[in-house]
């Protein structure tokens, strides 16, 4: 079993900044890829950004520039740095990752989401 806890969501105005963290337990041999996902009321799921073990990033569109990822591999934590945010990034967000574990095999998994709201 292997749990994703979220935190450090809320309200703020826009221009502000916010940081998201997400910390893995559980059965965890190694993480590949952690990331965040966030999905808008009436909308799709979107990937904002993933981190690879090796530290490789990838980021949507909207985000570049604004947003970092990074990661501690040893404590199984991800973040997300969140700068210059628009209303239009207000959604829940969730973390994510791609699990090796101890008992063999790999799952994916997510994190209940935490809040993001960004007032205009």
């Known amino acids: 079993q292997v749990q994703l806890v979220e935190s450090g969501g809320g309200l703020v105005q826009a221009g502000g900044s916010l940081r998201l963290s997400c910390a893995a337990s559980?059965?965890?041999?190694?993480?590949?890829?952690m990331g965040w996902h966030r999905q808008a009321p009436g909308k799709q799921r979107e990937l904002v950004a993933l981190?690879?073990?090796?530290?490789?990033?990838n980021y949507a569109d909207s985000v570049k520039g604004r947003f970092t990822i990074s990661r501690a591999n040893a404590r199984n934590t991800v973040s997300l740095q969140m700068n210059s945010l628009k209303p239009e990034d207000t959604a829940v967000y969730y973390c994510?990752?791609?699990?090796?574990?101890?008992?063999?095999?790999?799952?994916?998994?997510w994190g209940q989401g935490t809040q993001v709201t960004v007032s205009s």
């Open positions: 994510d990752a791609d699990v090796m574990l101890t008992r063999g095999g790999h799952m994916h998994y």
């Open positions: 559980g059965s965890i041999s190694s993480i590949n890829a």
């Open positions: 981190i690879t073990s090796g530290g490789n990033t």
